[in-house]
């Protein structure tokens, strides 16, 4: 990288040689519209040394718990917005804690956490309940204890 220094104290730079501006040229200032080049032709490593790319930490699990309390229905887009990733979306998924629809994008929070082979063996019961399961078993087990 080449850099460039303004009368303003302001350092700009460019990725080749030719880009760079002449001492006295007036360039584009990001604080003053337009400043003069005070010094020219400085290079800097590409390396540490560069300027630092800030970004905002990552949210946590608990965060998308938090934010979910408040709005128990939302969509991926305002999950993504709130700087809630993709992968923490579908680690909630796999986990349990919501019902993500990708097809229309919403994202809802789930009231009741069962695991699932348990969710599985009550609704089998419920279904033999419905056609007289339970009540058969029940009479056998009268009928084997009078015995």
Do not use: N
């Amino acid at each position: 990288m080449f850099t460039v220094t303004l009368r303003c104290g302001e350092e700009l730079s460019y990725e080749a040689r030719s880009f760079l501006p002449r001492v006295g040229d007036l360039v584009p200032c990001r604080h003053h519209g337009y400043c003069t080049v005070e010094m020219a032709g400085g290079h800097v490593s590409t390396g540490s040394s560069g300027p630092s790319v800030h970004r905002a930490r990552p949210r946590s699990q608990r965060e998308l718990q938090e934010w979910l309390r408040q709005r128990p229905v939302t969509t991926v887009q305002a999950l993504r917005r709130h700087r809630f990733t993709l992968r923490m979306i579908a680690v909630a998924e796999r986990d349990g804690l919501v019902d993500v629809d990708l097809g229309t994008g919403r994202v809802a929070i789930r009231l009741h956490r069962q695991p699932l082979h348990l969710a599985d063996e009550d609704h089998s019961l419920t279904r033999a309940a419905g056609h007289g399961g339970l009540d058969h078993i029940r009479k056998e087990g009268h009928a084997s204890t009078k015995r």
